[in-house]
């Protein structure tokens, strides 16, 4: 069945590091893909989103990854800041699927002063 | 702009009772959709609308009603409240489906 998860549900870094997120999906129909950040006692933001046809994605201080050989996604996150303390989610849309996102499980990111 | 505002906050109910949470978004999104997110666990679609008078099931639709009556609202409705229905329950909008505004949450326990 579909399924979108994650790696390690935890991740510890130094600030000023960079962070690597990473995803794992299974569902090769996805027309997208997204992460979100949720930090505590708020709702999901949406940071980032990649199309399937392509393999890169940069924005402000962040960089999105697409392998689809190994059906393999990554958040990127340079110099790591102790307000990008958060879980991470990705997700997947199906634009056939009335935009709908399927989610993973999260990865906590804890940035260490 | 308010963005997505959910009410009530916070609630606790006994199993059997009913009640129903609102989401009222002023970004006049087209596209609405209730999540509820359980410890340790992403987020899970319950039911979700596509337009005014339109709604549809999610992954987790048992035990929910919706409805979408004006645009900007989109009402969740639990008729039989269950112990396994405690959980924070997310309000979401969206004029496309990848980037979604979420609301607060609300909070809401079911003894």
């Known amino acids: 069945g579909e399924s979108v998860g994650l790696h390690l549900p935890t991740l510890s870094v130094q600030e000023g590091d960079n962070s690597i997120i990473n995803c794992a999906y299974s569902n090769s129909a996805s027309d997208y893909f997204i992460w979100y950040k949720q930090e505590s006692g708020k709702g999901p933001q949406f940071i980032i989103d990649i199309r399937s046809n392509m393999d890169k994605r940069q924005g402000q201080r962040v960089t999105v990854l697409l392998n689809k050989t190994v059906k393999h996604l990554s958040l990127q996150i340079a110099a790591t800041q102790p307000g990008d303390s958060a879980v991470y989610f990705c997700a997947e849309n199906k634009e056939t699927s009335g935009s709908r996102l399927t989610f993973g499980e999260g990865t906590q990111l804890t940035v260490n002063p | 702009n308010a963005g997505v505002t959910q009410t009530p906050k916070f609630r606790v109910l006994k199993t059997g009772q009913s009640m129903t949470l609102l989401c009222a978004q002023d970004m006049n999104h087209e596209y609405m959709y209730w999540y509820r997110q359980d410890p340790g666990m992403g987020l899970r679609l319950i039911h979700y609308s596509v337009g005014e008078g339109t709604t549809a099931k999610g992954e987790v639709p048992d035990g929910y009603n919706v409805s979408r009556l004006k645009k900007q609202n989109f009402l969740l409705g639990l008729e039989s409240a269950a112990p396994s229905q405690t959980s924070v329950y997310f309000c979401?909008?969206?004029?496309?489906?990848?980037?979604?505004?979420f609301g607060p949450g609300t909070r809401l326990t079911v003894l």
């Open positions: 979401a909008s969206s004029y496309w489906g990848n980037e979604q505004f």
